[in-house]
């Protein structure tokens, strides 16, 4: 049973982007209020969650993965946000991904039952958080992540230290040559797994990869390198379980599921001695982007065949506070507010000021330039000319990661953006 | 007086970096736990700042003002951390600068009685915030930044329906062409004073500009662009003198100060018919850094000719999850959790996997990558050799705001990470 204060904690106006005039109040209350962001009722920059997109995400990347025949364990590190991870449950996601205890621990707090850790451990301080946790949760299961001898020897030393604990689920990591993390080799790997199955600390469950990092956007490159990787996870998965290196009843195969999750889902199914459960780890679904993601699922809707359903959730509002020459406006928005990591924000819409008529942003308004507190908005050209100290902005974002994590608190907005609800993050 | 949940909170390990299995505790018990950091009592990645590097530099940078007869009004943007603004306030600053009313609300909590809030404000519900801010706490200043007659005509009109609304005070800001906000002219800089005196609105109260965006680490660049634009600055404030157009006791003259403050804070001096306080808004040096600020205050020592004080306090300690190729070592540390806008962060200091002797990090090792929560450590050669899984590695920042923005608390440690205090955050 989720406690109260993880669900519905309180907000005060310490929040960003919450009513300076506000009294503190319940999550569940903000949808209560009557506040509209157009008419002011919030100050600005403000991130918005737009409702009926959200919704739609859910249950649109929960029913691709069904459709594949996979489980969704969504990457809790893009919204570390306890009211959407209920929702991700509750939608059918078979756990949770986590990059770190600490969000583990955020995770199971907010009810998430079956978890993957998708990141090495091997602190002593983490290996017993986890031993803590699964104590605190009988039935809890977390796997994280193996790609060496030396790790898998730290985790072993400090079960050996502890008498009563039990042995940690593992996944066997396969990386890319040049990438990041994971067994380089076919013969590491199966070496490694061979350690993992030999160990009293360890348990051998799965085998995962991470593709999103080779991912272009290119379908012909994107297609070909995934199935190379897909291969040799399958490859690996075959041989471990020919010398029954597993020790579970359930393997599990899992890619990370952001850019091409359509390349990858198919290949997580497979026959072996036992059954297998195949997992993707999406995490920006949920709000999709206006940059870097709507770009790939561009390429994923080519390949489909039939479009994708996911829309653009996440929005930050801003005014113009100055037009200080022909062309350019100053908004009230900078790095501390917006993703700069991989692109810069894209106008959207605009709305004048006193108005609550949304227009769209003419197509040759940029982002040309943030700094902490002030986005370069530039436009040239008779369309520009309308923009006015006051008049409101919304920017679309590239990588929702990024934005999430500049703000302690977001509403969720319905299409005349009025607050209907409100969601926080816990970073 | 400043209520006990401002300065001293309770943390619990829902925040990032807080050992797992720590009870909840005020943020004042922390120093009292005997926790170290190379011991492995906290998880990681975790930011750090180091008690006596962040004691002299907050004494550093009041004394420059006040050798330079200027006042210092720390920009809290920063650090947002009202411990900070706490112990700024006690060393003798002026006030407290903030980019928001939000940022405002939590400098005022903190006990800050004179503000800037360099940035425009115009919407009706930041108005009234300042107006509600001022009711409650009387005597506090809180001037704000004017650029355009539009913006006016906002406060006035907001102003208009106010009846028991008393004047804003507002900061007439000088721009560069090409660059941000402010006037562009002399002419259109006297226009906008003469608005500000004409309206029952506002107050000019002072002259403002924003250096630090032009300044580029060349000394003879630097001076002769600082000087250019403080001397604008002068002649603005005295024709807004002989005009009468300051309505003030006290007339304010500020600059940044962030990156090159030696070179704006001697013309922040000048006489005219009223008092007049220089202030510099710098907010970087409370930490300083390992990177951008570390070349432009190299540059400051050299034209100053006696050094600077100020030490680099904020380093981000991670562990190396993953040597996966020759000279490659992949940390538990990632863009999540370090600042990534100007410069990838830098290794300064490494310690064997269960070991507290701390090495200087050899020359050619490099953060050659960030992800979401992974960084790219290379090095080639002999010294690269010792890395091994397990091994703790400090990075040094480039620029403080955006790691401090990733952190909600941040222990203070000793020349042994010792943890010996706590400060939190509020972004």
């Not at 996944?171 to 380089?184: M, P, Q, S």
């Not at 982002?367 to 908005?377: E, F, K, T, V």
Request: glycine share 10%; proline share 5%.
């Amino acid at each position: 049973m989720t406690p109260q204060y993880i669900l519905d904690p309180t907000l005060d106006p310490s929040y960003k982007g919450f009513p300076h005039h506000a009294p503190t109040m319940r999550r569940s209350a903000v949808g209560k209020q009557g506040w509209n962001v157009l008419r002011g009722d919030l100050p600005l920059p403000l991130a918005v969650i737009r409702g009926d997109a959200l919704a739609g995400n859910l249950k649109w990347m929960q029913d691709f993965a069904a459709g594949h025949g996979v489980g969704l364990a969504p990457h809790g590190k893009t919204t570390m946000s306890p009211q959407l991870f209920r929702r991700q449950l509750d939608e059918g996601a078979w756990g949770l991904t986590f990059a770190s205890v600490v969000q583990l621990r955020a995770g199971v707090a907010a009810g998430a039952q079956r978890c993957i850790i998708a990141n090495q451990v091997f602190r002593a301080i983490d290996l017993q958080g986890i031993a803590d946790l699964q104590r605190a949760n009988p039935g809890l299961q977390v796997a994280f992540l193996a790609d060496s001898l030396a790790q898998v020897e730290l985790v072993a030393a400090w079960h050996a230290a502890h008498a009563d604990a039990t042995p940690f689920d593992v996944l066997l990591e396969i990386g890319v040559a040049g990438a990041r993390t994971g067994c380089r080799t076919h013969a590491q790997a199966l070496e490694l797994a061979r350690a993992l199955r030999a160990s009293a600390a360890t348990r051998l469950v799965g085998i995962e990869c991470y593709e999103g990092l080779g991912a272009t956007g290119e379908s012909a490159a994107d297609t070909a390198y995934a199935q190379a990787l897909m291969q040799r996870v399958r490859a690996i998965a075959e041989a471990c379980d020919e010398e029954h290196l597993f020790e579970t009843d359930e393997i599990l195969l899992t890619a990370g599921g952001s850019a091409i999750f359509d390349l990858v889902a198919d290949p997580l199914k497979m026959k072996l001695s036992l059954p297998v459960q195949g997992l993707l780890r999406s995490g920006c679904y949920v709000t999709h982007d206006h940059g870097t993601y709507r770009r790939f699922l561009g390429a994923v809707a080519q390949r489909m065949g039939c479009g994708h359903g996911l829309h653009a959730a996440m929005e930050v509002w801003a005014a113009v506070q100055s037009c200080p020459e022909p062309g350019l406006a100053i908004l009230t928005v900078g790095k501390r507010d917006i993703s700069y990591d991989l692109e810069l924000p894209v106008p959207i819409f605009w709305c004048a000021q006193g108005s609550e008529a949304i227009q769209g942003a003419p197509p040759d308004w940029k982002i040309a330039g943030l700094n902490d507190q002030h986005a370069y908005l530039r436009g040239s050209g008779a369309e520009h000319q309308g923009l006015r100290v006051g008049d409101l902005v919304a920017l679309g974002i590239s990588h929702p990661c990024t934005t999430f994590d500049k703000w302690r608190w977001m509403p969720v907005v319905d299409d005349q953006y009025n607050v209907r609800d409100a969601i926080v993050t816990s970073f």
